[in-house]
């Protein structure tokens, strides 16, 4: 449980850290900058998910056995970075132009990208070192150095100007020093590691790379398609509505972040304890115990966000008002994820990726029939609605396919709870009456504590037991 407390320092202060910057944000730059910014992000996950080719998923699959092929698998990635540079600083004008709505000629902002590019791939790369050797507290600090450096100097540029004078341009450069800060710290406390990593590029590197491209292929177009199921609504919303419906949306989902500690946390122990331990007797066992703690979580997480969001008011500009309704669905992407990441254990551990590739498509297909026919009506509301339903289906997928592959979990009454969770959360944006909407999510609140009090004393006893 101790361990489990180091882990969940990251993404608290990461979480919290980001939750007092997004206000600023808000106050410092326009809507139009807001939405620029999402879009920013966007590009950064991108060429994490694509740029990698998987190889990160094998690193990580064969850290125990093959710790030295760090390299093998960065390689590919530096070169797409590098082929990526010609193209886009020769159209540079095109590129700001499609991606950000800039109508500017200026390589200052394809130069910050690409930089950008590097620095989140290589990044990502040097934290798994920290979570494979299981260095629970130098991960944390992976998460919160990067945003204490964020915020630190958003609010020393925050208290240098003006409301709404903020420039789209200062603030990801902003990001981009804070990326390589993150780097730096990285390479102190890895260099030991790094020193002994293999760099020869003979033979056991193409091995290695055919190797690690037949595991991380079908993770990569699953991943790819996933990034589709989480980005998509930006996408769609700045095509099919506007910029400040976007930033609207962003700043929603930035709130709503605060439940990715629960996702971030989860995923970081589970894997690696389902892959220790898949030949243990006792693994059923240890899943169907975990379960009702998740499920419990994540519904308590749901009914506290529905009772306290109406607060996000007081800390908003009168422009994003209707963040605090839409907020609640928001939160049903990195709830639903975690829920799955509990239940889907089986596609992993008997290699059958191609099903987490098939139903990240499916899913993605999904979620942009339902995004075209609400964007366009709904702005922001409707991207926030197509993604709650398409979690929903993903966690559900997900499930019954690792069922079918590995343990068989029943799980009837848990989909009937995430409905019932999922048609408060719809009713909940589109009512405007925050005292009904309080009530309702307190009555669930109440109705999941007496469900679960077996769960919370269990929670409560291990908390107390260390």
């Known amino acids: 449980m101790k361990k489990i407390l180091i882990y969940a320092v990251g993404p608290i202060g990461s979480s919290f850290l980001g939750f007092i910057t997004v206000p600023l944000l808000s106050w410092l730059l326009s809507q139009d900058d807001m939405g620029r910014i999402s879009i920013f992000h966007l590009l950064c996950s991108l ?29 590919p990635s530096l070169i797409f970075v590098s082929i990526l540079v010609i193209p886009i600083v020769l159209y540079s004008k095109q590129f700001n132009d499609i991606v950000f709505d800039i109508n500017s000629g200026s390589i200052t902002i394809a130069f910050v990208v690409l930089l950008s590019l590097f620095f989140t791939i290589l990044n990502r790369y040097l934290c798994l070192i920290f979570r494979m050797k299981d260095l629970a507290f130098l991960f944390s600090l992976t998460q919160i150095i990067p945003k204490l450096f964020i915020f ?38 890895c260099y030991q590691e790094l ?45 099919l509505a506007s910029l400040n419906e976007l930033a609207i949306y962003s700043v929603s989902v930035s709130f709503a972040s605060f439940a990715v500690i629960l996702r971030s946390v989860f995923s970081t122990i589970w894997m ?36 306290f969001s109406p607060l996000l008011t007081i800390l908003l500009p009168k422009e994003y008002a209707s963040v605090s309704s839409i907020v609640v669905c928001c939160i049903g992407y ?20 191609k099903f987490a590739m098939l139903i990240s498509l499916l899913v993605l297909i999904v979620n942009f029939l ?10 922001a509301k409707g991207a926030a609605f197509s993604t709650l339903i398409s979690f929903y289906i993903y966690f559900i997928l997900r499930t019954e396919a690792s069922s079918r592959l590995w343990i068989n979990i029943e799980m009837k009454k848990t989909y009937l709870e995430m409905l019932i969770i999922l048609v408060a959360c719809v009713y909940t944006m589109f009512n405007e009456d925050y005292i009904n909407n309080s009530l309702l999510w307190i009555s669930l609140l109440v109705f999941f504590m007496f469900k679960y009090k077996n769960e919370m004393s269990k929670l409560l006893f291990r908390f107390k037991a260390g």
């Open 152 to 189: 630190s100097l958003v609010l020393i540029y925050f208290s240098s100007i003006d409301f709404g004078t903020g420039d789209f341009i200062h603030i990801i450069f902003i990001y981009l020093f804070s990326n390589v800060i993150l780097s730096i710290y990285s390479f102190i406390f």
């Open 195 to 239: 020193k002994e990593m293999r760099y020869d590029l003979g033979n056991d590197f193409i091995f290695e790379l055919k190797k690690g491209l037949i595991f991380g292929v079908p993770l990569i177009v699953s991943g790819l398609a996933f990034w589709g199921v989480t980005s998509i609504d930006k996408i769609m919303i700045k095509e």
């Open 47 to 75: 060429a994490t998910l694509a740029m990698t080719l998987g190889l990160d998923q094998y690193y990580m699959r064969e850290y125990y056995t093959k710790k030295k092929i760090m390299f093998y698998c960065l390689i």
């Open 272 to 307: 690696p304890i389902i892959y220790k331990n898949e030949e243990n007797n006792e693994i059923e066992k240890m899943i169907t115990d975990t379960l009702p703690l998740i499920t419990m979580l994540v519904v308590m997480l749901f009914c506290l966000t529905g009772v």
């Open 370 to 379: 339902l995004n075209y026919y609400t964007i366009p009506t709904f702005g």
């Open 334 to 353: 990195p709830l639903f994820y975690t829920l799955s990441e509990s239940t889907s254990s089986g596609i992993y551990v008997k290699n059958k990726t």
